[in-house]
């Protein structure tokens, strides 16, 4: 079938509701309405209005309801209308739900999951990617699928997972992203990384929209006869070392590449931890390209300033090839 | 200070009370009451169904079950596949005062010798007898009692356990508030879920914790309810007690626990589901989000404020520009109830007819609980700002003492049958220490275990696909 992101998000919710009655949904205007980006459009029709839960606008309130109904044994599926609110309920993921499984055992299997992420404008407020706030936080996964199938596959797996998870929809891949999407059982393992791109010459470790980025600009170096391997994270929290540690082995030089600001990012992580391992096995500086170190601007220049680019991509990729 | 916010429905005011307010007048230089104005109006001279008076008492309605909408949009009998399709129901009675006595005192800051202290006025009177407890047999009034014993007779250990260094971190201390922690957990049903804060101890226990689980915790041993990883009141059971465990930061609780109901009416339950908050956490917003989205989706919780006049080291006035903390119901369109938090038969009413709603469908209630603070913060805080007088009014509400005065004086209990009781609950008590110093503390390598959910647990909900059960 083939299915933009979003509908593959809508197609996971559908397909988990339908399997399991412990998952329900609650958000903001996610009923009659469907949700701001139209994630679950449809939904509260097959489902009712008590297993497609229209909240007060309050997103504390929102995740901690979450968590009281997963105490109960529900699989409750929270949406935040943007993610850049998840920082009002900042409190409840981080000492309430990422704590609860090593305090008392109490299992939270909670999803909350939204749109992420710029390139669309959005200003400084409906842009952010706020994964590093939860990345830091033991008891929490975090999860961003860079394609349709992934959206698709790596929700299910959230669902079903026994952990609080962060899961970020890039909504930049919202509608540009159309693919072939499985119906029915297809789960992608969290915590598992996937090369979306073999290459011998380099690695571009990335995730989220900067995905797509790296493969074009693959495209346009592999006729210059550079191979890029492009590895997509897919979970931030628990990376997948080994995957990550394997790509580095396969090519000897690694770029890191990510959306996010730069200080306290990602790169800096993942950086330590190829520097522990796999020292021996590089021939290169670990390099990153991030976007700045500011709030992200509203006007398109600005922000693509702000953000990487193709460009500079390709100019650091061959700066880094000639080692 | 008068607490005055709310409307007055006490049907009358008992003698005593008009004796007292005269007192408290003198003492304050002036009339003591700022009350509501407006005059209590008897049920029956309502005109049925008409008009309702401008600001009269309400009555409770026999039956807050929700009218439920079905496809159609009229009123149906509730539909198990979508129980959610409900309209909110028409809540026509929101307050009621179960008070016997008006608490009227000043709390002024004034220098004192340079420095900046609280003045407390008001007339240090001996409280009115207990309300009759309403639906209690006599075993269970004893019960409750033993219970408030075994609460204080805990603490008293605690801080035993505190000064021979045995105790990791600081002890917070319910004293004073005994009656409330105990006789509000007491009306919940096995079905109901509750998550105490740190000074309902007594809740904990009359879910059936065993004093040592709470000893364990204070002094982070292995085999403590968290095997270590966290301390005080901090643990919870959701499989047996349905109780969740807090966390430090006050008022994240109250959404918790209205999903907690969310969860159990997902699968055709209407339970209750009982938390309290203090006056300074009732100042978070997530006090606000949390109380209304119960409201407006009609969840059974049972919020519990206890107003104990102080947090840490601030004085209510600083906290909010009310004094009734009840009426913030008002502005949630919930019902709300002002209780003698030192009397537990008022507790106890007030929190079974809060759950009896809950159970019924008819959402959530705010009970206010005045009662004191009666030692500082935790063990380290000697407490000194709050001033001499306001602890002597309240040491004589004391509500250990008067619980024991109103057995005896209904002959339930004599003196020795009370003595008896206090060596046994000091027996239990120090059965239940030495239990806790056997357990060693946790090993070292359990930090690192337990973050995740490998698969250890299996979450699911127990009573989807069993139809509807009533708790
Ligand atoms: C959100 C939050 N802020 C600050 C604190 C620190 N703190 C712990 S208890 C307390 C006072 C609480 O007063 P109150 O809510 O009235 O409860 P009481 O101690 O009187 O029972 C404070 C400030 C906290 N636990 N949570
Ligand atoms: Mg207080």
Same mark, same amino acid.
């Given at each position: 079938m083939q299915l933009t992101y979003v509908e593959a998000i809508r197609l996971a919710l559908e397909e988990e509701m339908r399997r399991d009655p412990a998952v329900f949904l609650l958000g903001e205007d996610i009923g009659v309405y469907g949700g701001a980006f139209k994630a679950t459009a449809g939904l509260i029709d097959e489902f009712g209005p008590v297993r497609v839960m229209d909240t007060p606008l309050a997103e504390s309130a929102l995740v901690g309801a979450a968590i009281g109904a997963a105490y109960t044994g529900m699989r409750p599926v929270a949406e935040f209308q943007f993610m850049d609110f998840i920082a009002c309920a900042y409190n409840q993921i981080v000492n309430f739900a990422a704590k609860s499984h090593y305090r008392w055992q109490a299992p939270v299997p909670i999803v909350l999951r939204g749109p992420a992420g710029g390139g669309v404008h959005g200003g400084p407020f409906h842009s952010?990617?706020?994964?590093m706030h939860f990345v830091h936080t033991p008891g929490l996964k975090v999860v961003e699928p860079a394609t349709a199938v992934d959206a698709k596959g790596l929700l299910k797996s959230a669902i079903r997972d026994n952990n609080p998870v962060i899961f970020l929809e890039h909504k930049f891949l919202y509608r540009r992203v159309k693919e072939e999407v499985p119906e029915g059982e297809h789960l992608a393992p969290l915590g598992k990384a996937r090369v979306a791109r073999p290459g011998r010459d380099l690695s571009v470790i990335t995730y989220g929209a900067m995905v797509p980025l790296a493969l074009e600009v693959a495209d346009r170096l592999a006729g210059e006869g550079l191979e890029l391997e492009v590895l997509d994270l897919r979970t931030l929290l628990p990376l997948d070392v080994e995957g990550m540690l394997a790509s580095a082995r396969r090519t000897s030089k690694v770029l890191i590449l990510h959306e996010d600001t730069r200080t306290g990012g990602l790169a800096g992580e993942i950086t330590a931890l190829l520097q522990e391992h796999a020292y021996e096995d590089l021939d290169g500086p670990i390099l990153r390209l991030t976007a700045a170190d500011t709030p992200v601007p509203f006007s398109p220049p600005l922000e693509e300033a702000f953000l990487p680019s193709a460009a500079r991509l390709a100019e650091m990729v061959k700066q880094l090839a000639r080692y | 200070m008068a607490d005055n916010d709310a409307p007055n429905t006490t049907p009358a005011k008992p003698a005593a009370e008009a004796a007292e307010k005269s007192v408290a007048e003198k003492a304050n230089g002036g009339p003591a009451s700022s009350e509501s104005p407006a005059q209590p109006v008897p049920a029956a001279s309502r005109p049925a169904g008409g008009a309702r008076p401008q600001r009269g008492p309400r009555r409770e309605r026999?039956?807050?079950?929700p009218r439920r909408r079905g496809p159609g949009g009229g009123a149906t009998e509730p539909n198990p596949a979508r129980p959610g399709a409900r309209s909110t129901p028409r809540v026509t009675e929101w307050f009621q005062d179960l008070r016997q006595e008006r608490l009227r005192f000043e709390l002024e800051e004034i220098w004192d010798e340079g420095k900046l202290a609280y003045r407390w006025t008001g007339a240090i009177t001996p409280p009115p007898p207990l309300v009759e407890p309403r639906g209690l047999s006599r075993e269970q009034c004893i019960e409750i009692f033993r219970w408030m014993l075994l609460n204080r007779a805990l603490e008293q250990q605690l801080e035993n356990l505190y000064k021979q260094s045995r105790v990791v971190g600081g002890v917070y201390f319910g004293l004073g508030q005994e009656g409330c922690s105990v006789a509000s957990a007491y009306a919940l049903g096995p079905n109901d879920w509750m998550a105490p804060m740190i000074r309902n101890q007594g809740s904990l226990l009359v879910r059936g914790f065993p004093a040592r689980d709470i000893m364990m915790q204070y002094m982070a041993r292995a085999d403590s309810p968290t095997g270590g990883k966290d301390g005080t009141s901090h643990f919870g059971d959701l499989e047996s007690r349905h109780v969740v465990a807090p966390i430090s930061m006050l008022g994240d609780l109250i959404p918790v626990m209205a999903g907690v109901c969310l969860g159990e009416r997902l699968q055709g339950r209407e339970i209750a589901a009982m938390t309290w908050i203090g006056d300074g956490g009732q100042s978070t917003g997530v006090f606000h989000e949390g109380l209304n989205l119960a409201a407006v989706q009609n969840l059974g919780l049972v919020l519990i404020v206890e107003n104990n006049l102080w947090a840490y080291s601030t004085p209510l006035q600083k906290q909010t520009r009310i004094r009734d903390l009840a009426i913030r119901a008002r502005a949630y369109g919930i019902p709300a109830m002002i209780v003698d938090g030192t009397d537990p038969f008022q507790v106890y009413q007030a929190a079974h007819q809060a759950i009896e709603r809950a159970h019924a469908g008819g959402g959530p209630t705010l009970i206010e609980a005045k009662l004191m603070r009666?030692?500082?913060? =935790?063990?380290?805080?000697? =407490? =000194?700002?709050?001033p001499a007088a306001m602890l002597e009014f309240w040491r004589l509400r004391d509500p250990i003492a008067r619980l024991e005065i109103w057995l005896k004086r209904k002959s339930w209990l004599d003196e020795a049958a009370i003595e008896e009781m206090r060596r046994a609950v000091e027996s239990e008590i120090l059965a239940e220490r030495d239990a806790a110093e056997a357990s060693p503390m946790p090993p070292p390598e359990r930090a690192f275990e337990g973050v995740y959910c490998d698969g250890c647990h299996d979450p699911r909900p127990r009573f989807l696909g069993r139809g509807r059960r009533r708790p």
């Open positions: 952010q990617n706020p994964e | 026999p039956d807050h079950r009666m030692k500082g913060h =935790a063990i380290h805080d000697p =407490a =000194a700002y709050v």
